[in-house]
Nanobody, 124 residues
Framework: QAQLVESGGGLVQAGGSLRLSCAAS????????MGWFRQAPGKEREFVAV????????GYGDSVKGRFTISRDNAKITLYLQMASLKPEDTAVYYC?????????????????WGQGTQVTVSS
């Protein structure tokens, strides 16, 4: 069965860094665009970052641009999100996602596959 499993979330102080991982199995996700979304309590789900199947094209939400870096290792079928200069407003559950089309993720359309999320909490 297709599965995306996030890990690496936790508690970090403002200004610190954290790296999230998303391990994929059960599907040929190396042929899919992948990305990250997040959702904070009481707020709508927010686009964070997207990466093309080959890793050569990336995009970011305005709130994280310049601070977060998305990457992928297709040999390990793993997606990463390196987060730096973290702010309390970055606190959210972060979800890994995959879709055949880069534009569907970047445009906040519903991706075909989702992980169950990992909690990131940034303290002030």
């Amino acid at each position: 069965q297709a599965q995306l499993v996030e890990s690496g979330g936790g508690l970090v102080q403002a200004g610190g860094s954290l790296r999230l991982s998303c391990a994929a199995s059960g599907r040929t996700f190396s042929t899919y665009a992948m990305g990250w979304f997040r959702q904070a309590p009481g707020k709508e789900r927010e686009f964070v970052a997207v990466i093309s199947r080959s890793g050569d094209i990336t995009g970011y939400g305005d709130s994280v641009k310049g601070r977060f870096t998305i990457s992928r290792d297709n040999a390990k079928i793993t997606l990463y999100l390196q987060m730096a200069s973290l702010k309390p407003e970055d606190t959210a559950v972060y979800y890994c996602a995959a879709d055949r089309f880069y534009s569907d993720i970047a445009g906040r359309n519903e991706p075909d596959y989702w992980g169950q999320g990992t909690q990131v909490t940034v303290s002030s």
